[in-house]
């Protein structure tokens, strides 16, 4: 069963490059670091992949570090109508993981058949280790609303539907899981926040492609990041390295074409497969 793979747009944070590339391109904004959530489509089955950001984490127009932002639950909705998918068209939902910026919708997305995590992601979003409760990385609020939907508490890798499997892929935080997509192209992988941009798997990139389709300049990564540039928050980075070779390994090319970053602002509107 092939797949068909869309970029989803859930709305934008104003926030500079150097998020995403700690200590690249200082002070650069590229207009607009994406929310995104990804649509896959086969004949059979409709799978949602992560489910954006709740609006009582913008406030006053601003989200994460004070940063300008939009989106929130009626941007999912209206994503989703865009493509003429209602909620009770989705199959499953897989989230990525599960800080403020992936599970804002979940609560209208509850009567979803299967809603798929990892254990230790669960365990972390019940218990955040102390940073990433200050950064209220975790909305703790959508705990009893995953408990009232059919969440699937995996540990490890997982075929979910024909054709997709869930990877444990820590890094980003210790419960992160990739997907990896069959599709007539090839096998496509959503990096969740282990990539932010394109950059940071690819970090030989010189350009970056905004929201607005404007080019901009980029750095060039140093020599000692020619594996990958960390990104910003990082749990773990011995375990991101490894996640990185999975990703790789998984993508049936190692391109953009097959590697699929989770705020990736050059990917709103395209499809891939």
Not at 33 to 58: N, R
Not at 177 to 205: R, S
């Amino acid at each position: 069963m092939n797949w068909i793979v869309k970029p989803l747009y859930f709305g934008k944070i104003m926030c500079p490059k150097e998020v995403a590339t700690p200590g690249i391109d200082v002070g650069l904004q590229v207009g607009g670091i994406p929310y995104l959530g990804f649509l896959l489509k086969s004949e059979k089955q409709t799978i949602l992949v992560d489910a954006g950001i709740s609006e009582k984490f913008i406030i006053n127009g601003r989200a994460w570090g004070g940063f300008e932002a939009e989106g929130g639950r009626s941007f999912v909705k209206k994503a989703l109508e865009e493509e003429n998918v209602r909620i009770g068209d989705i199959d499953i939902v897989i989230y990525t993981h599960l800080h403020n910026d992936h599970t804002g919708a979940c609560d209208l997305l509850r009567d979803v058949p299967k809603h798929i995590v990892q254990l230790d992601e669960w365990l972390q979003l019940l218990d955040p280790i102390p940073a990433a409760f200050i950064r209220r990385d975790y909305d703790q609020s959508v705990i009893p609303e995953l408990q009232k939907a059919n969440l699937l508490k995996i540990d490890g890798d997982v075929e979910v539907a024909e054709g997709v499997w869930v990877y444990k892929a820590p890094g980003h935080t210790s419960g992160s899981q990739i997907v990896a997509v069959k599709t007539a192209k090839g096998t496509v992988v959503l990096c969740g926040d282990n990539v932010l941009i394109y950059c940071n798997i690819f970090p030989w990139m010189d350009e970056l492609t905004g929201l607005d389709g404007k080019k901009y300049k980029i750095t060039p990564a140093p020599e000692i990041y020619k594996k990958g540039i960390p990104p910003g928050i990082l749990y773990d980075y011995y375990s991101w390295y490894k996640t990185l070779d999975k990703i790789r390994a998984l993508a049936s090319k190692n391109s953009p074409e097959f590697i699929i970053p989770a705020h990736e602002p050059s990917i709103v509107g395209k499809t891939f497969g």
